[in-house]
């Protein structure tokens, strides 16, 4: 199994950033997929945030409240792919976002960060 983000970077307040993870090693289109983000001073993996997941169909499950109506979750089954749309990115969501595999695998991490 391997999921690898990216789209991560440095964005001012108000921008946008898409993430998206690409997987290999599994049959994608068979799992629901979850977008998580990690803030400075949480180091332990329990710490994550739930940010937001999808359906292995591609139905938008949750988001977090933080996140809901400036967050869209995606996928392509066909690429093997799920993205991230950030929009009105502000300054507490700067963290390092990972993608993980049901309630299993996870990626390496990309980190946004919204900063002026």
């Known amino acids: 199994v391997q999921l690898v983000e990216s789209g991560g970077g440095l964005v001012q307040p108000g921008g946008s950033l898409r993430l998206s993870c690409a997987a290999s090693?599994?049959?994608?289109?068979?799992?629901?997929m979850s977008w998580y983000r990690q803030t400075p001073g949480k180091e332990r993996e329990l710490e994550r945030e739930?940010?937001?997941?999808?359906?292995?169909?591609?139905?938008?499950?949750n988001y977090a409240d933080s996140v809901k109506g400036r967050f869209t979750i995606s996928r392509d089954n066909a690429k093997n792919t799920v993205d991230l749309q950030m929009n009105s990115l502000k300054s507490e969501d700067t963290a390092v976002y990972y993608c993980?595999?049901?309630?299993?695998?996870w990626g390496q991490g990309t980190q946004v960060t919204v900063s002026s």
């Open positions: 993980r595999r049901g309630l299993g695998a």
């Open positions: 090693g599994f049959t994608f289109s068979s799992y629901a």
């Open positions: 739930l940010v937001a997941t999808i359906s292995s169909a591609g139905r938008a499950l």
